[in-house]
C-alpha cells in the first residue's frame, strides 16, 4: 500500500481570517447612511444635544415648559452613553481574594 503525502497547504489556519471585508469596515448601505447623514450637516448626537441645551420657547404655558423640560431629559439620556463610558462595577477585595481588612490604631495624647 502506498502512502499517500500529506499537504501542509490548503485552508486558514485557526484564528487566521483570509479575504473578505476587514473588520470595522461597513458595508455599503451604512456606509451609504453614513455619508447622508455627514451631507445633511446635523448628526443624531448633535440634534439630541442641541435639544438638550435648547429652552422652552417665549410665551410657553407652564404645561409646555414642563413637556419640553421632559423632552430635554430625554435626549440627555439618550445622548449620555455617546459622551460619557459607562462606569463597571468594581468588587473591592482583600488579598488573596479574601473580604476587605480594616486595621485601625489609635494614638492617645
Known amino acids: 500500500m502506498a502512502k499517500i503525502a500529506k499537504s501542509s497547504r490548503g485552508g486558514a489556519k485557526p ?5 473578505g471585508r476587514q473588520k ?6 451604512n456606509a451609504e447612511v453614513i455619508k447622508a447623514v455627514k451631507a445633511s450637516g446635523l448628526t443624531p448626537l448633535e440634534f439630541m444635544l ?3 441645551r435648547g429652552s422652552p420657547p417665549e410665551g ?7 413637556a419640553f423640560a421632559s423632552m430635554r431629559f430625554e435626549a440627555a439620556k439618550a445622548a449620555a ?13 482583600g488579598p488573596d481574594g479574601g473580604p476587605v ?4 490604631t489609635v494614638k492617645f495624647v
Open 81 to 93: 452613553p455617546y459622551v460619557h463610558p459607562k462606569l463597571t462595577a468594581i468588587e473591592h477585595k
Open 24 to 29: 470595522g469596515t461597513p458595508n455599503k448601505k
Open 60 to 66: 410657553a404655558t407652564a404645561v409646555e415648559a414642563i
Open 50 to 52: 442641541d435639544l438638550m
Open 101 to 104: 481588612q480594616h486595621c485601625l
Open 15 to 19: 484564528g487566521e481570517r483570509r479575504g
